[in-house]
């Protein structure tokens, strides 16, 4: 008989803590950006939580949590299960809360069913994956990683629009931990992450779970329009350069041109204006641009096509300004490991069956992307309402959420029963 | 012989104070923000100044500074003289601070040569002139006309960024002062203000004082686009509502309707994102218009074109938005008096002779726009280097602020005159 998860109590858990900590006034949305107090509070709450169960908790440089439950094995690293608990700042109540709450549903049910496991298994809530107040999504899995451009130190320095740094936070928080921010000094056997599909398909298609294969490639430029600042009523139409003008046409310019290349999406979700008068002309504006697709070459020849634009843009203007790419960050694509991918498929057509189950690719970047590039990986989706994500009205029925937290607690049993019999190298 | 007033005193204080006082690192740049630690220490010390010269300083309840130098006259209201102290964030050293400073001169001037005037002099600091923290120019020379549709309750509830109100503000800097803000019961006889032309047609036709004969009409419109947030890589670009993209469409159009009808200037100097997410598609961006136009029926024709162009691009678009006009304010067109008028010229023709001197409308709002609704003003215009302001690069020569100070002075003299002889009525 397949070890059933407790539904009621994981729903139960997931909207509780959501209400305690970072609930939006008048709506079921989320406002917990990472490491703000709404975060400490639960993450306190979450490591509370495991140890009760028994679990061994590390803390790393980066604040990432890992909460162990010892397995037989001497010699195997942990299968991990994580997401994160972080927010943007209008978001729901899914979006990365399922992935940890999951997994600690998971470690709930072994423990009510005294299940030994060969290896021990381990979960993880990853610091900052949003990125909405230290600017760089999926930042703490990325230094984990070792892969990220933007390694452990320039992570500490990133600060926040309040001019606090990172690293700053994880000491006022206490979650600056010891354990080296490095997967070959804490690594893992295999990592499973269980993630609100964030878009319209699984539900449109009356489809109940993703077997997801890989993460688009993903690429993100900070740019910097500079012009003249001047007197609003003063200065002529014709002798102005006004960064926000420029601005304006080079956002309009990104959306056109993702929309007429069709080869992916294309987004300014952040701009700054340094001046912030209304009598002054704007001298200098800041912007960052999201590039998706399917593929890295895509997310080039978009990115091209883009920039393409903006200088024949800011050379036929009247108005005489100049911009910068000053800053970029980006994501490969990710392909999903076949072991992994193979625990996820087994484990949802033994729950839904092969007729409701569909391979995807995911439009969003998660953890899973960059634990991905050092240890084998993949994801499980559940469905969207109406595919809307960092929205307050994000939404995942407890039926969606407790069929998620299933499909992972069989994956993570199949993989450990792989490594057991050796079907698992 | 004409009286003289003490050009290198005039420009040591301005200097000093401006160093002392809000004065950016490295330019000679200014950001002194309305009731502001710099902009509380300067009022401060302009106070304890006209102490020490024999004037009774009253405060109003928008923190207007009105200090006295008693005239022979028990009948008469004073004549005044006044500008602002408060900057842009980034602004320069003489945008209304060259006014006060002025002012200041010609007290200590009557002073120094023991002048006995008929009605009483006063120099006038205006609270908020910039309207850069508190949003809304020449604020409280606004409230204290009663012509402003902003009035006293209505300003003192405004909030800048951090939500301090402007009442807050006044309190917590000592300048919540008991006298009204109310030219009915704190009444002048007549109003000139000297001040930086901001433009540069006068360096542009080397003249050396502009008449002002009257200011442009003004508009501000705040303008609130909202969309659909949504996740930037799971939200395909046909089914987007991206308030971004639609407010940068409409920023384009006010910039190039501007330009097309040549009616006037008109900028967006503000904008902010509600969301501000790189990885969320906006759903909240709100912008301010201003338009400015010589007349009052010409500011109306470029706003209704802007508008017309507006919801042509949100009727046209894919990207379905939509957008109000959240708040507007207004400057209706000022046109000067006769009797000012003609002392300032008088005034400055005596200084640089006919040849040197030109009427000009002004392209700025000012203090003396409102004053103008309801007692006799004018001003008078000293040179801008290249026409820039509002910015670290504003510049005004130390001869040109000593000639406008000597300006002032015989235009106070002559008006002061024009009552004693019954010129004046």
Redesign the interface.
């Known amino acids: 008989m397949t070890l059933r998860i407790n539904g009621k109590r994981l729903n139960e858990t997931l909207q509780s803590t959501c209400t305690t900590w970072g609930a939006l006034s008048n709506s079921t949305g989320m406002r917990r950006l990472a490491l703000s107090q709404e975060d400490r509070e639960v993450r306190d709450w979450l490591v509370a939580e495991c140890k009760a169960l028994g679990c061994e908790v590390k803390i790393d440089q980066m604040g990432n949590i890992f909460a162990t439950r010892a397995g037989t094995s001497k010699t195997r690293k942990p299968i991990a299960m994580g997401s994160h608990l972080d927010t943007?700042?209008?978001g729901g109540r899914y979006d990365g809360i399922l992935g940890v709450q999951a997994a600690l549903e998971v470690l709930r049910t072994l423990n009510d069913h005294n299940i030994q496991t060969e290896c021990s298994i381990t979960l993880i809530d990853w610091t900052n994956e949003?990125?909405?107040r230290f600017?760089g999504?999926m930042m703490c899995s990325g230094v984990w990683s070792t892969e990220s451009a933007t390694g452990l130190q320039a992570c500490w320095d990133i600060k926040d629009l309040d001019g606090i740094s990172m690293k700053q936070a994880l000491e006022e928080t206490g979650y600056l931990g010891p354990t080296p921010a490095d997967y070959r000094e804490n690594g893992l056997e295999a990592y499973f992450e269980l993630h609100i599909?964030?878009?319209p398909i699984l539900e449109a298609s009356d489809m109940k779970v993703g077997v997801v294969t890989s993460v688009?490639g993903?690429k993100?430029f900070r740019v910097k329009v500079s012009g003249?600042?001047?007197?609003?009523?003063?200065?002529?139409?014709?002798g102005r350069s006004?960064a926000?003008?420029t601005?304006?046409?080079l956002?309009?310019a990104v959306?056109d041109t993702?929309?007429s290349t069709g080869l992916g999406?294309?987004?300014?979700?952040?701009?700054s204006?340094?001046?912030?008068?209304?009598?002054?002309?704007?001298?200098g504006v800041e912007f960052?641009i999201?590039v998706?697709c399917s593929t890295d070459s895509m997310v080039e020849e978009l990115s091209t096509a883009i920039f393409k634009k903006f200088e024949d843009i800011v050379a036929s203007e009247?108005?005489k300004t100049s911009y910068e790419v000053i800053r970029t960050w980006g994501l490969p694509e990710s392909i999903f490991h076949k072991d992994c991918i193979e625990a996820v498929r087994s484990s949802a057509i033994s729950e839904v069956g092969t007729s409701k189950i569909m391979e995807m690719k995911?439009?969003?970047?998660h953890d899973a992307a960059w634990t991905s590039k050092v240890v084998k990986s993949s994801m499980i989706f559940v469905p969207s309402k109406d595919?809307?994500?960092?929205?307050p009205a994000e939404y995942t029925s407890p039926e969606d959420c407790s069929l998620g937290a299933q499909v992972l607690l069989g994956a993570v049993l199949r993989y450990d029963e792989g490594i057991k019999d050796g079907s698992i190298p």
Chains 1, 2 share one sequence.
Do not use: C, F, K
């Not at 999406?265 to 701009?271: L, R």
């Open positions: 943007q700042p209008a949003e990125g909405a600017p999504a599909e964030q878009g688009q993903m993100w003249v600042e001047g007197h609003s009523g003063t200065t002529p139409m014709q006004d926000l003008v601005a304006s046409r956002i309009t959306n993702a929309r999406v294309a987004t300014v979700g952040v701009i204006n340094d001046t912030q008068s209304q009598a002054t002309i704007p001298s960052i999201d998706r009247a108005n995911s439009g969003a970047g595919g809307i994500s960092h929205n």
